[in-house]
């Protein structure tokens, strides 16, 4: 083999590898993005679900959802969704704003989203774009 045709299957070899890596890199950035202080998953895995589907916390306490694919939100909003539960004297809350579409508003791909509970109680929330396929969970507040 002449130096010119090593030089050649070097590159390629190198150029191949490169882009294997690259991939991998990509992939993992948008296909497994972890979440280690997260609470909750929001769509782990292409799912539609969120794990844990239930949470129990304490009063005070701040849950942190985690979006590993963009697509889903969180909605505990009743004029939002009729899907949702809510103590009496708990503030609705949404991963969007007020005003904002809750079916067309979702948390970007590597995102998060943290709410305080405040009240005591049952607090069902759904993800408004897929919660016809079931996509709900449930935090716990003692």
Known sequence: MTSRNRAA???RELLAVGAAGLVGSIAGCSWN????DADVIAGPDGRLVFEPAE????????VKWGFPR????????PDD???VRLPEDAEPFASYNAGESPQGTVVPLGGT?????HV????GYVCVPHVGQGMSGTVQVE
């Open 55 to 62: 949470l129990t916390v304490s009063v005070g306490e701040t």
């Open 9 to 11: 299957r070097t590159r």
């Open 33 to 36: 993005t972890s979440f280690p």
């Open 113 to 117: 989203y943290e709410h305080t509970f």
């Open 120 to 123: 005591p109680g049952t607090f």
């Open 81 to 83: 969704s009729s899907n």
């Open 70 to 77: 963009s697509g889903h939100n969180v909605c505990c909003r």
